[in-house]
Nanobody
Framework: VQLQASGGGLVQAGGSLRVSCAASGGTFSSYVRGWFRQAPGKEREFVAAINWSGGVTDYADSVKGRFTISRDNAKNTVYLQMNSLKPEDTAVYYC???????????????????WGQGTQVTVSS
């Protein structure tokens, strides 16, 4: 089982970026998929999550209205569209997959069973 994150890069403040996370080695259509991020010297924090059908999503307050999570179950892939990026969005972004269906636990890293390797997003001011 492997989660492969991609699409990170360097972007100016106010710009947009889309990161992707492809799953392989299993079927993840029934899994909750999430995105977390970790900036240097800080703890890993929740960014967004989406349920198996894509019908339920959750976002951190800091990204609401700017980021959109979506998924394509046929491709075992989840996306994070990031708009109006700010320098404080700079971090390594990690994707995750888990089986916990209770929305209130999605913000916790411990709720996820599988993690990708991370992709760097840098927003310059």
């Amino acid at each position: 089982v492997q989660l492969q994150a991609s699409g990170g890069g360097l972007v100016q403040a106010g710009g947009s970026l889309r990161v992707s996370c492809a799953a392989s080695g299993g079927t993840f259509s029934s899994y909750v998929r999430g995105w977390f991020r970790q900036a240097p010297g800080k703890e890993r924090e929740f960014v967004a999550a989406i349920n198996w059908s894509g019908g339920v999503t959750d976002y951190a307050d800091s990204v609401k209205g700017r980021f959109t999570i979506s998924r394509d179950n046929a491709k075992n892939t989840v996306y994070l569209q990031m708009n109006s990026l700010k320098p404080e969005d700079t971090a390594v972004y990690y994707c995750a997959a888990g089986t916990k269906t209770m929305r209130w636990v999605w913000v916790r890293p411990a709720a996820y069973d599988y993690w990708g390797q991370g992709t760097q997003v840098t927003v310059s001011s």
